[in-house]
């Protein structure tokens, strides 16, 4: 079993929240970290995907929609996130007239970026205890 390239992730749902999220186009065993620091913040993969979501669109709510989650729910992430760092991940502005917006802060760049290639090394490390587990899976292929 090889690492899986991030070309190979597509959005699927979650299986137990049902939102939008990166996950492997095939039948490969998938690892999700999450991480849980003093105080109670953590970050996982749908807080990354939702930063990469936000970047990627320059909006909360779009970000959210893509993710198949409620504004309320991406901003209170968001909210949840800025309060969690020394600096705020996002920065956001307004709707109106002119339209609102959002962006990765310096900060908040840094930290997807450092989730990323954790979760690359982690994949990578993992390789040979992942593929162990799972020859010691039973053969589940001609079940329906």
């Known amino acids: 079993m090889g690492v899986i390239p991030p070309s ?9 929240c049902h939102r939008m999220q990166m996950m ?8 999700r970290l999450r991480l849980f620091f003093a ?3 953590m970050i996982g993969p749908g ?23 409620s504004y309320k729910r991406a901003w209170s992430l968001v909210d949840e996130m800025n309060g969690a760092f020394r ?6 502005a307004r709707g109106g007239a002119r339209g609102g917006g959002a962006s990765l ?6 930290v997807l970026t450092h989730y ?29």
């Open 8 to 16: 190979a992730f597509l959005p699927a749902p979650c299986s137990t």
């Open 24 to 31: 492997p186009n095939d039948d490969d065993p998938r690892l």
């Open 39 to 41: 105080g109670g913040a």
């Open 47 to 69: 807080k990354a995907d939702l930063l990469a979501a936000i970047r990627d669109t320059g909006s909360i709510s779009a970000a959210g929609r893509a993710m198949s989650m």
């Open 87 to 92: 600096e705020p991940l996002v920065d956001s």
């Open 105 to 110: 802060t310096e900060t908040g760049l840094a």
């Open 116 to 144: 990323r290639a954790l979760e690359a090394k982690s994949r990578e490390a993992g390789t040979g205890e992942i593929a162990a587990i799972a020859s010691l899976l039973r053969d589940t292929s001609d079940e329906t």
